[in-house]
């Protein structure tokens, strides 16, 4: 396959997933005989930290998600941020592998690793077929987002989730070191009546607002999503049900304590549940809901656990708490 070949097959590829698979390909038909791997770097703090300290760095393969020890090279990837059309190498301790830097995106770095040998020319070709995935990454990153937030938009959401469940469905030890994923959905109190007080532009302030707080308090590693409206939906990666929750309640503190212009005081009612893998993500969404409905009934600002309130056994449906109140 030719080096047009795999351009074109990269930029038929609709979502983050799929382009990121495509190129793993491509890059491994482009380089010969040669072993490689997507990474995926992230401060496991979260929010705007200062500096990106080695020891609070996360590494994770893209192939299945799972976190690895963080590599000898890593210390020296930090300064190399791609800038235009460079993509930086990284000197590692073996002669026959290479590692490119493909810089940072929404808080997460990725590098391609490769182990082999390559055939001549081949780290030219995969350099430049990189710098088209970073584009294209890109790309379809800003398809991905909510225009006012700026968060992953509902569309992101069907698909990653669905993904997120599929990826522990088939690596079932996850579960069994207590990596399970947590789904919250999260919905500003009172929304309308900001909105038929003040105005829909001091309410999209507040949503604006909001969604910078839902940034500083959670990590790279969660993914946030405006679903709708007034209504978002957080997916906690990689903690205990005790680190989900203060995360929960951390997030609902700083909502209520923060000062919004002109409106003043605003509070966010929380619902949240655990993610099981054999589970319908429709099923899980209700329960979810069905905590928030809970959260909302008996006095908002408030989190609410499904298997803490209801237990394992699911009840009759019943209205979205979003739609009630």
């Known amino acids: 396959m030719t080096e047009f070949d795999a351009i074109a097959r990269l930029a038929q590829q609709a979502d983050f997933p799929a382009l990121c698979s495509e190129t793993l390909r491509q890059v491994s038909s482009l ?145 069994r070191v207590g990596t399970m994923p947590w789904l919250a959905i999260a919905d500003i109190d009172h929304f309308k009546r900001i909105n038929d007080t003040y105005g829909h532009l001091y309410g999209d302030e507040i949503l604006l607002l909001f969604s910078r707080l839902m940034h500083q308090n959670f990590r790279s590693d969660d993914l946030l999503f405006r679903y709708g409206g007034e209504e978002f939906v957080l997916i906690l990666n990689n903690t205990t049900a005790q680190g989900a929750l203060r995360a929960l309640e951390r997030f609902r503190e700083s909502i209520g304590n923060y000062a919004f212009p002109t409106v003043g005081r605003v509070t966010v009612s929380i619902g949240w549940v655990c993610v099981q893998p054999q589970a319908l993500p429709s099923d899980l969404m209700h329960r979810a809901d069905k905590a928030l409905y809970h959260s909302k009934g008996n006095g908002r600002n408030q989190v609410t656990s499904y298997e803490a309130t209801f237990g394992e056994h699911e009840v009759e449906p019943q209205q979205s708490a979003v739609d009630l109140f």
Not at 44 to 73: K, Q
Not at 78 to 92: C, D, F, L, S, Y
Not at 96 to 113: D, Q, Y
Request: net charge positive.
């Open 31 to 175: 380089g010969g005989d040669v072993r490689v791997e997507l990474l995926e770097a992230f401060d496991e703090r979260g929010g705007t930290p200062g500096a990106m300290e080695l020891e609070h760095w996360v590494v994770r393969r893209f192939s299945d998600g799972i976190e690895i020890d963080r590599p000898a090279w890593l210390a020296r990837a930090a300064p190399k941020v791609p800038a235009g059309e460079q993509i930086p190498r990284v000197r590692t301790t073996d002669p026959a592998g290479h590692v490119l830097c493909l810089g940072s995106l929404a808080g997460v770095w990725r590098f391609l690793a490769i182990e082999g040998q390559l055939v001549p020319g081949g780290l030219r070709r995969i350099t430049r077929l990189c710098a088209i995935f970073r584009h294209l990454l890109a790309m379809i990153d800003r398809f991905e987002r909510d225009a006012l937030t700026g968060l992953l938009n509902r569309q992101s959401f069907d698909y990653r989730f669905e993904e997120l469940l599929e990826r522990h469905r088939q690596n079932p030890r996850r579960a």
